[in-house]
């Protein structure tokens, strides 16, 4: 039998087995052991087994926290690498120059983390060069910008459909286009344009945004008292926005109606009238009367060789003829004379022709010959 009993606070184990023999002993023996004799030993190795267990614990912990961070390092300087990378503006028309505080490693024992240090930056000096190249091209298509602004003589400004002014282009434009004396940004077309300009822009501008075609149009505007004829062209360049071009025109127009007025008197000239152009001699313009003098339907003499109009003879060719009338001309600055000439149908008439030079706006220098059938005479 086992059993445990307490004496002066120790804890002893006892154990009771019975002993008989053959002469008659019955005995129990009895064997008491403190416990002290045999945990001393195993208190003593649980006390070094805890002792070395907390001191690996604790050596692990370090070796664990050393490594992850000879780990995460390089990883994070990858990360504040990739931060100021992303961080950059990179709309920016400047050159961009990252700085990072600390370098990336490139020699790392670790083959991946190497790997990705050398990719980073082989991916930021692709990024600053591309950016330094970027930069260069987008100042010298600035440059050329300015360059091509600074010849423009017209009135250029950007607005959205709903004739918001969002910016004006720097241009050579006339003063008397460029009006506006104020900044146009963010105000209406209403604010400074007579209603019915402003309905006008607003309704090409409608069209050029939908069919993506530029629109052409003239508009008249009061200019310090005075009537200004202008040609306008809106062009779309996004969803929302057109460039507007603003171009003075009034000279154009008053040396059309110049010319309007110059045809109406030749066409009612009782003489019949022809424009040749100095240069290579051809008809450039005829009136009625002279249509009607030598029998040629309208347009029909355009674009032919004055000479078709002489007649011919053994004498004097139809070169030779307009060759001494030029030289005149030059000569004197014009020239008076008889000439013989003939109709499309062949018959002859002679004519009295004044002749003298005239600047063209489209023909350039033409000679202008007024003639009269003195046939009859």
């Not at 390089?74 to 700085?99: D, F, G, H, K, V």
């Not at 040396?255 to 450039?284: R, Y």
């Amino acid at each position: 039998q086992h059993f445990q009993v307490e004496v002066a606070g120790t804890n002893i184990f006892a154990q009771v087995e019975p002993y008989r023999d053959k002469y008659g002993l019955d005995w129990l023996l009895i064997t008491a052991i403190p416990e002290s004799d045999f945990m001393e030993e195993i208190q003593a190795n649980s006390y070094w087994t805890f002792l070395l267990c907390g001191m690996t614990l604790l050596i692990a912990t370090g070796m664990g926290i050393f490594t992850a961070n000879w780990i995460s390092k390089p990883i994070n300087r990858l990360s504040r690498s990739s931060q100021a990378i992303a961080q950059e503006n990179w709309q920016s028309s400047t050159p961009i120059n990252i700085e990072i505080a600390e370098p990336i490693p490139q020699n790392h024992p670790i083959l991946e983390i190497e790997t990705l240090a050398d990719s980073v930056n082989q991916m930021l000096l692709h990024l600053q060069e591309s950016n330094r190249q970027i930069t260069k091209d987008l100042y010298q298509k600035t440059l050329e910008t300015k360059g091509l602004l600074s010849v423009i003589p017209d009135l250029m400004f950007i607005h959205n459909s709903e004739g918001i002014f969002i910016k004006q282009l720097q241009t050579n434009c006339d003063e008397d286009v460029n009006i506006l004396e104020i900044d146009i940004t963010g105000k209406h077309l209403y604010d400074f344009l007579p209603t019915d300009v402003a309905k006008m822009r607003l309704y090409y501008t409608n069209q050029a945004l939908q069919t993506g075609e530029v629109q052409t149009y003239e508009q008249q505007v009061e200019v310090r008292g005075k009537i200004q004829y202008e040609e306008v062209k809106v062009i779309k360049i996004s969803d929302q926005e057109v460039l507007t071009m603003i171009r003075n025109i009034s000279d154009r127009k008053k040396a059309q109606k110049t010319l309007e007025l110059q045809s109406v008197i030749m066409n009612n000239m009782a003489g019949g009238v022809c424009l040749v152009k100095v240069s290579d001699l051809t008809i450039v313009y005829t009136n009625p009367k002279f249509n009607a003098m030598f029998g040629y339907l309208e347009g029909e003499l355009i674009g032919q060789p004055v000479g078709i109009l002489n007649y011919i003879d053994t004498h004097i060719t139809p070169e030779v003829s307009v060759l001494d009338i030029t030289v005149q001309i030059d000569r004197d600055g014009e020239a008076e004379y008889e000439v013989h000439n003939k109709r499309k149908d062949g018959t002859p008439l002679w004519c009295r022709v004044h002749t003298s030079r005239f600047e063209h706006s489209e023909y350039g220098t033409v000679y202008v010959a007024v003639q009269q059938d003195i046939t009859e005479l």
